[in-house]
């Protein structure tokens, strides 16, 4: 019996293994994260693809739903870097709103359809182009539901917390919302454009410190080594009613149905994401330090002092340019007058620049 063929949408050639082989280059760890996030966008840009065609055909509602997806993992694992990428591959615009500066309608702050102007901006002000990007909002514990006990002078009203939940729902879950044109001056309600959410994927990001599951309160994160969640048991698995009890909505978290853990990343994957990313931060030291006419190399100690280093900080991998910044500086000051030399930074040059000796 013959096998049917199907076609991939004209619009659409990339794979979920081409995301994921493109997304491993740059993001070092978190595979099954990768993973996830490259299933996830695939489905999306199909959906997409495939409510284009049906609304062509006179269909009003979109066909397919959208599949929202929400990063939990401690500081510094990855949760933004995959997102950039991501929106890097898929050639779409891209932003990254604060959910802390964000407030619910009517009180002095932002509101939420400003992350939106934000990816219009980003667009270059094309609408049709906007309605396909992506929307990375970071910070999403912070707007758990607050106490009912709380006097922070809002009569309680939680205007930061679930107040902003609630206004993110249409967002979530699509639909068209006036937003403002000139994200400059957002407070002012007469340069308003409308646009279309239903094709615009957003990824929510937060940390969940001290998230309460399994019995007792643990950070995410805490499972390292356990990259497949398949392995995990019930105890260790975030669910939907421990993110209730942090605080969130139950009709936002609906709205997020593609759920993924990231884990705290190892001592090796570290020094990996120091020196083999096309965008290493030591390929780019070397790369500054070689317009200078200087070769510059660091010692295997020395890198491994740097990852010890931002691990004592608990900064994860944000943390390596801030000692990178620190090691390096007396030599960034010096390189014009170093032309034609070649600079091996050692264990004990970085410890001294740490203050670890």
């Excluded at 082989?21 to 978190?30: F, K, N, P, R, T």
């Excluded at 932003?95 to 407030?103: F, G, H, I, N, R």
């Excluded at 937060?206 to 398949?230: H, I, M, Q, V, W």
Aim: with cysteine; glycine share 8%; proline share 3%.
């Amino acid at each position: 019996m013959p096998t049917k063929t199907i076609e991939r949408p004209k619009d659409f050639w990339l794979t979920p293994r081409d995301i994921y082989e493109y997304l491993d280059q740059y993001v070092i760890g978190q595979d099954r994260a990768k993973r996830v996030i490259a299933i996830a966008a695939y489905n999306h840009f199909k959906r997409v693809s495939a409510n284009k065609e049906a609304g062509a055909k006179g269909y009003k509602l979109p066909l397919l739903k959208k599949s929202n997806i929400l990063m939990i993992g401690p500081t510094g694992c990855g949760k933004t870097h995959i997102a950039r990428n991501l929106a890097q591959i898929m050639e779409v615009p891209f932003v990254v709103a604060d959910a802390t500066e964000y407030t619910e309608a009517g009180y002095y702050g932002k509101d939420v359809e400003v992350m939106v102007g934000e990816l219009l901006y980003a667009a270059d002000m094309d609408v049709e182009v906007a309605e396909r990007g992506i929307v990375f909002v970071d910070e999403v514990d912070k707007i758990a539901r607050r106490g009912s006990g709380m006097k922070d002078g809002s009569s309680g009203r939680d205007i930061r917390g679930e107040g902003v939940q609630q206004a993110l729902l249409k967002l979530l879950e699509g639909g068209k919302v006036f937003v403002p044109y000139n994200i400059t001056q957002h407070w002012n309600k007469h340069d308003f454009v409308q646009m279309d959410t239903s094709n615009i994927l957003f990824i929510l990001a937060g940390t969940f410190t001290d998230l309460y599951r399994g019995g007792r309160t643990r950070p995410a994160g805490f499972g390292r080594g356990k990259e497949n969640s398949a392995v995990k048991s019930a105890e260790e698995r975030i669910s939907v009613e421990d993110l209730q009890r942090y605080g969130m909505l139950a009709e936002f978290v609906g709205r997020v149905p593609v759920m993924v853990e990231l884990e705290e990343l190892s001592e090796s994957e570290m020094v990996r994401i120091v020196t083999e990313p096309p965008d290493a931060i030591l390929k780019e030291y070397q790369q500054l330090l070689s317009m200078d006419k200087i070769e510059l190399d660091f010692s295997e100690a020395a890198i491994k002092e740097i990852v010890r280093e931002a691990k004592r900080r608990k900064l994860g991998a944000r943390g390596l340019r801030t000692i990178f910044e620190e090691t390096m500086q007396d030599l960034m000051f010096e390189a014009p007058e170093m032309v034609g030399k070649k600079v091996t930074i050692s264990l004990s040059d970085v410890r001294k620049k740490i203050g670890r000796e």
